[in-house]
């Protein structure tokens, strides 16, 4: 049987990858998918672009003087840079909180030179590290604002999990009865939905004039727009997030999930993208992504080839020397008219 991605050792196929792809226009019409596009699938951090529109909505980001850095990194999955970092205190100061009511928990931070710094400093982890710290500032900035209990903030009875969920059934298309939930790795809920509809919302936020409401219709630009023009906060040095984004300028909008989800935004054209590694090993979900852009014409010679490390992962050893690489083997099938 034919594998989507394949993953060499030399010239010799070592291991392989399953994957999953939905590729749906604003009108709901599955353009294109990949093995199953109905997969049920928790997209993870990809939804964070999703959870971000109760901060606008709520006026709390205007209430907090939200810059658009500050909503681009409401949508990250950081770096834990220092300029992440900084841009994470200054708000809390805005808040008049302190960093250990972020509830995200800490983890190592995926920039190298940040953590090798901490390490020569002697000093450990704090919660602005947590690749989620936007998030949940952008949280506890609608909570404050709302008046509503900050100590509670991530559980999903809190009136902003449930202002967060409506936003995710309506952008999304699909009813939040149907929804289920699970935990997400910084401890707040994770939305469980089909690909299809992931990239629906997609679509949405690339090219948001197919949605009802006009006040959403701009706060979903404001988050879009703010996400493209600040690609750094979104993710950082070396993360595919900021580099494609970067390298598109302002037609595609990304953002990537744990557990190998990626999702894009095809801004011109108003299609989204919803892709799922089937077991989850992230070193197939960026090669498949770029290999979908291909085949729906984005390829750019120079892009791509700047960005070859994505279109082609290499496999390093040790001495970081390429000893292999994943490639794309797969084909996109033709999708069917717009869902009734």
Known sequence: MK??????????????????????????????FYGDPMRVTFPRSSMKPFQAIPLLE????????????????????????????????????????????????????????????LLRKGEDVTPVFSNCSGKHTGMLATAIHMKEDISTYREVKHPHQQRILKAIEDICDFPKEHIKLGVDGCGVPVHQLPLYNVALGYARLASPDSIKSVERINIVKRIR?????????????????????QAYEGRIVSKAGAEAVQCMGLVEEGIGIAIKVADGGTRA??????????????????????????????????????IGEVRANFRLEEGSSPKK
């Open 58 to 117: 709520t006026r709390a980001a205007d209430s907090f003087s939200y810059s658009k850095a500050e909503i681009a990194i409401a949508c990250a999955s950081h770096a834990g840079e220092i300029f992440h970092r900084e841009t994470i205190l200054d708000l809390l100061g805005r808040l008049g909180i302190q960093e250990d009511q972020l509830q995200c928990g800490t983890h190592t931070p995926w920039n190298l030179t940040s953590y090798k710094e």
């Open 285 to 322: 979900v960026n090669v498949a992504a770029m290999e979908v852009l291909n085949q729906l014409g984005y390829k750019d010679e120079k892009i791509f080839t700047d960005l070859d490390r994505y279109v082609h992962t290499p496999v390093l050893n040790a001495r970081k020397e390429k």
């Open 3 to 32: 594998k989507p991605i394949l993953v060499y050792r030399g010239k010799y196929i070592e291991s392989t990858h399953n994957i999953h792809v939905a590729v749906v226009n604003k009108e709901g019409k599955l353009l294109y």
């Open 225 to 245: 727009d703010s996400m493209m023009e600040f690609p750094e906060m979104v993710g950082g040095t070396n993360r595919f997030d900021t580099d494609l984004m």
